[in-house]
């Protein structure tokens, strides 16, 4: 066995975070039929009153609470109705 030690593809130090969670949701991956990962402040029922399509069924929203903790929600609604999140975590 030879070569290096760490094969890393990239150097983790150059890593940059994304945005803070803002009352502004921040989508992390977009497909066709919608928002599939993103997080914030704001409750589920803002991102449930938007239009029908906006979230893909399974998007999953981290939303930030107080003092570092957040919760988990999953959209269980079909993909041609208005979101329904349902709470899959509390940390």
Do not use: K, W
Not at 31 to 37: A, C, D
Not at 62 to 91: H, K, P, Q, W
């Amino acid at each position: 066995m030879g070569g290096r030690r760490h094969a890393h593809a990239f150097d983790h130090h150059n890593m940059v975070g994304g945005p803070a969670a803002s009352a502004v949701v921040q989508v992390r991956y977009r497909t066709e039929e919608g928002i599939l990962s993103c997080y914030g402040l704001s409750a589920i029922s803002v991102l449930q009153a938007e239009a029908a399509n906006t979230y893909a069924p399974g998007c999953i929203y981290t939303r930030s609470l107080a003092a570092g903790t957040s919760v988990a929600y999953i959209n269980v609604g079909a993909s041609d109705a208005v979101a329904n999140f349902e709470a899959i975590t509390s940390s």
